[in-house]
């Protein structure tokens, strides 16, 4: 059974940081690319990162590159997601996804199984 927990959220001031952690279970981690998404009240979900099964390859939405990292650990069968120099637009909840084992994308579509989610709010 395919399980992805995240956590690592929470209350961070603008211009902080936090870091987001999503622990995967139940599949074969190292074998398949991974995203973190993001959606907030109202809106759709959204695209943050994509990370390649090795960790070699990276890709970022405009609306974060330069502010987020993503990483992973084979080893631990996590993903990470470091995010620096937040704004209070970065509230959201946050999910962490599983590929569905094609090209990995920035698409909703293209991702099988997410988190529960956890929650980041930038405020003052």
């Known amino acids: 059974q395919v399980q992805l927990v995240e956590s690592g959220g929470g209350l961070a001031q603008p211009g902080g940081s936090l870091r987001l952690s999503c622990a995967a279970s139940?599949?074969?981690?190292?074998?398949?690319?991974m995203g973190w998404f993001r959606q907030a009240p109202g809106k759709e979900r959204e695209f943050l990162a994509v990370?390649?099964?090795?960790?070699?390859?990276?890709y970022y939405a405009d609306s974060v590159k330069g502010r987020f990292t993503i990483a992973r650990d084979n080893s631990k069968k996590a993903v990470y997601l470091q995010m620096n120099s937040l704004k209070p637009a970065d509230t959201a909840l946050y999910y962490c996804?599983?590929?569905?084992?094609?090209?990995?994308?920035?698409?909703?579509?293209?991702?099988?199984?997410w988190g529960q989610g956890t929650q980041v709010t930038v405020s003052s």
């Open positions: 996804a599983k590929d569905r084992g094609g090209a990995a994308g920035t698409s909703t579509t293209q991702y099988d199984y």
């Open positions: 139940g599949f074969t981690f190292s074998t398949y690319a």
């Open positions: 990370i390649s099964m090795s960790g070699s390859t990276t």
